[in-house]
């Protein structure tokens, strides 16, 4: 009995100690956030009013460059790869200085036209906040990457105005197929108090009810699941685009900053023969697809190609909203190619791609709820797990590690990084696939004359 009394008393102390941890660092995320993207909406509403203002995108991506290479590394990319970086790998630990760096190379990247988002940035900073609180506190390496995965979440619920998608996103995140239900209550508090905060503060979300427009029937339900294989397709594209394309401009052998200036004339070029239309964040677009405008059905293969080229040049910023640029465009795609309603399918690929992309299909399920209302939600359910499992054991996020095989065909060794996995393929004989090979051949064998 005095155990019990015991085990539960330390169980709530343990409890009231996060509720006011992850309480604070909602705050103190909230705010962060609430200023970043204050001081990039400035930067590019101020840039935007020129009308060939991404001419400047080789001393943008220079710049950005510069700062990676002699002041903080850690800014490098996309910010929500470096985060969960440092929680598998340094135990949560963050430099300070990544803040006004991935801050700074951030909004001189997006301000001159730079295909980056918004989000990645709001996770790192969020996580290095985090750490640096952690530091400061003294906390030992297990409570200081709690600490740094209840950031990812603020910073995710703050700039997406989804504080239950970010919370679960914080911890789906860094592996594929597990999720730290130790860290399920901070995390919640931490992106409920960060979205509220940065909400007070007058950050501005979008939130667009989405009215499924066919009833529910076996057809509409067929052609969702063909949706779900279809984003997890583009979200191999968009994996494969970007690694890709980084691998390119690794192999050329000069100053790294210099890439930047090619990346950047190279960006140029490609929106003198196209569009402005997949520079920057995006997020007008997006908007235009949930409102059933018909945009260009290449859209979302010229925003990989400007996404990709932007990263691998130098560009630092977050990757996630452009992919949901890449979801919303391909969705809408999609509707016109099946002649159906294009803002439920912008919405569906929306989350769908995404949810391929980083392998995150509860935290994007959760999204499309929070964004477009609860009629949609089956429905972006069933979208978001095929894509999952479409993309199999790739990811935008290559230190995320693997918790699970999608299919009992394929042989990998489970708690390796991504980036490391080595895949065997198999088909048991006692499997269905094998069991219906086996049955065929019998069938086809010919009967014996008596």
């Not at 590394?73 to 790998?89: C, L, M, Q, R, S």
């Not at 801050?103 to 900073?125: D, E, F, K, M, R």
């Not at 979801?327 to 569906?348: C, E, K, Q, V, Y």
Request: overall charge positive; charged content about 15%.
């Amino acid at each position: 009995m005095k155990d019990k009394i015991l085990e539960e008393s330390i169980i709530f102390v343990s409890i009231f100690k996060w509720i006011v941890l992850a309480s604070s660092i909602g705050i103190i995320i909230g705010i962060a956030t609430a200023a970043f993207l204050k001081i990039l909406q400035i930067s590019i509403s101020y840039a935007t009013s020129y009308p060939y203002y991404f001419c400047l995108l080789p001393s943008g991506l220079f710049l950005s460059a510069i700062l990676v290479k002699y002041v903080a590394g850690e800014a490098k990319g996309y910010g929500t790869e470096k985060v969960i970086e440092a929680v598998h790998k340094q135990s949560g630990k963050m430099r300070a200085i990544v803040i006004p760096v991935k801050l700074i190379a951030t909004v001189a990247t997006a301000t001159v036209g730079g295909s980056v988002g918004q989000i990645g940035p709001c996770a790192q900073i969020g996580g290095s906040l985090a750490s640096v609180t952690a530091g400061v506190l003294h906390f030992d390496d297990n409570d200081r990457k709690k600490l740094v995965i209840c950031g990812i979440s603020a910073g995710f619920a703050a700039v997406l105005g989804a504080p239950i998608a970010g919370a679960i996103f914080g911890l789906e995140v860094l592996f594929v197929g597990a999720i730290l239900y130790e860290v399920l209550l901070p995390s919640f508090i931490a992106g409920i108090v960060s979205y509220h905060t940065a909400s007070f503060l007058g950050a501005a979300y979008f939130h667009y009810p989405v009215q499924i427009a066919p009833a529910f029937s076996d057809t509409f339900f067929f052609i969702n699941i063909v949706a779900g294989v279809f984003f997890g397709l583009c979200a191999i594209v968009v994996i494969e685009t970007v690694q890709m394309t980084n691998l390119l401009f690794e192999k050329i052998n000069i100053w790294p900053p210099l890439k930047g200036i090619i990346g950047g004339v190279m960006l140029v070029t490609l929106t003198f023969l196209f569009s402005t239309r997949y520079l920057g964040l995006g997020l007008d677009t997006i908007q235009e697809t949930l409102r059933g405008v018909q945009i260009t059905s290449t859209a979302f293969i010229m925003k990989t190609i400007f996404t990709a080229l932007t990263f691998a040049s130098g560009g630092s910023g977050g990757i996630i909203a452009p992919i949901l640029f890449i979801g919303a465009t391909a969705g809408s795609f999609f509707g016109d190619l099946i002649n159906m309603d294009r803002p439920t399918f912008a919405a569906l690929g929306l989350v769908g791609v995404l949810a391929g992309a980083a392998n995150a299909p509860i935290s994007m399920s959760i999204l499309a709820i929070e964004l477009f209302g609860r009629e949609i939600g089956a429905y972006a359910a069933v979208a978001c797990v095929i894509s999952f499992l479409i993309t199999g054991h790739r990811s935008i996020f290559p230190t995320q590690i693997i918790a699970m095989k999608k299919s009992s065909s394929v042989e990998l060794e489970l708690g390796q990084e991504m980036d490391n996995i080595k895949t065997k393929y198999k088909f048991r004989d006692k499997s269905l696939i094998g069991r219906g090979i086996k049955m065929t051949k019998k069938l086809r064998k010919p009967k014996k004359e008596k």
